[in-house]
């Protein structure tokens, strides 16, 4: 086994339950395991060992993994003493060095290759024929990969997707924005390219000695679903998970947002909008955004952004 438990678990990595495989969702994993339930035994043209495996949807994850399935936190608990494998993208990223990942590592020379790593089916060992690269990079060197990223597009080393490519993510997020609102705002993450056919994304993990951050990831005691429009104070952490988006407001102290889709979605003293639900978590009300992957109804844009490109129509 290559990767054991002697570091603690965090976002982005993997373990394996006989022959379930889930990801690692949260930081908060003393007691147990906050993951998902990603790929198992079924017809999806992934193989292992000759065993075939399937990459599951929300729905189908939660009826074959029920007996993990917390319906109060709408996640999956997994107890340490039921894992048999734990997959650390930083610990197996040599032996995932095909071309393309190669191809990757050398664009963000410079940075240390302990500090990145492959996260998603290549992780695991389920890559499959559409398989892009889910790129991890830890810490801070993240904002240096997002910097050569957004280089690289200007010089023409890497390039931006294409449009074909983005109408394919914005299907698969299911955003309530109009293609165009969620266009130009990703436009400007930098965390997303083509590095000659190869497509990779890049994707932000807190460094070990960041875990504990003072950031909520439990549940709170819903309070109903609410719009907040209101200028942001600090963007430091919006590529962080959850994404959180301190504001100025009179009720809500932050916009804290569960999906990837809205990470880097403002920037500080931007206004921001927001719909999602209200909770209070430790006599403090936030405004929870994308607890479901496919994030539906709920939304953070940035008003600046908006008005500056002159989008009216932002919603669906």
């Known amino acids: 086994m290559h990767s054991s438990l002697d570091k603690p678990l965090r976002l982005r990595d993997f373990i394996r339950v006989g022959d379930l495989y889930f990801s690692v969702v949260g930081y908060r994993n003393e007691k147990s395991v906050k993951c998902f339930l ?11 060992n000759n065993q075939e495996f399937k990459k599951l949807t929300h729905e189908e994850a939660v009826e074959i993994g029920k007996r993990f399935y917390s ?8 107890d340490y003493k039921l894992i048999d494998e734990v997959f650390k993208p930083e610990e197996r990223l040599k032996d995932l060095m095909d071309k393309d990942v190669e191809k990757v590592v050398r664009f963000f020379s410079g940075i240390p290759v302990s500090k990145m790593g492959v996260t998603g089916s290549r992780l695991i060992g389920l890559k499959g024929e559409e398989s892009d690269i889910d790129f991890v990079m830890y810490g801070r060197y993240w904002f240096k990969g997002r910097e050569k990223i957004k280089k690289g597009i200007n010089r023409g080393t890497l390039s931006d997707l294409d449009e074909d490519t983005w109408d394919f993510i914005y299907r698969k997020r299911k955003p309530p924005l109009s293609f165009e609102a969620f266009l130009i705002h990703e436009r400007r993450k930098f965390h997303r390219a083509f590095i000659g056919s190869t497509y990779f994304d890049l994707l932000y993990v807190r460094d070990y000695d960041e875990l504990n951050r003072n950031i909520p990831e439990g549940i709170g005691v819903k309070k109903g679903k609410e719009k907040i429009v209101a200028e942001l104070i600090d963007d430091s952490l919006v ?3 959850p994404a959180y988006y301190p504001v100025k407001h009179e009720k ?3 916009v804290l947002c569960f999906t990837h889709t809205y990470a880097g979605q403002v920037f500080k003293n931007e206004v921001l909008e927001a719909y999602g639900q209200i909770e209070l978590i430790n006599n403090e009300y936030y405004l929870v955004v994308g607890t479901k992957r496919e994030v539906e109804d709920e939304y953070i844009v940035s008003r600046t952004l908006l008005e500056r490109e002159g989008i009216g129509d932002y919603l669906k």
Do not use: L, N, S, T
């Open 38 to 48: 990603r790929y198992a035994p079924g017809k999806g043209g992934r193989w292992k």
């Open 71 to 78: 319906q109060k936190e709408g996640i999956f608990r997994v």
């Open 239 to 241: 590529f962080d998970y």
């Open 252 to 254: 809500v102290k932050a």
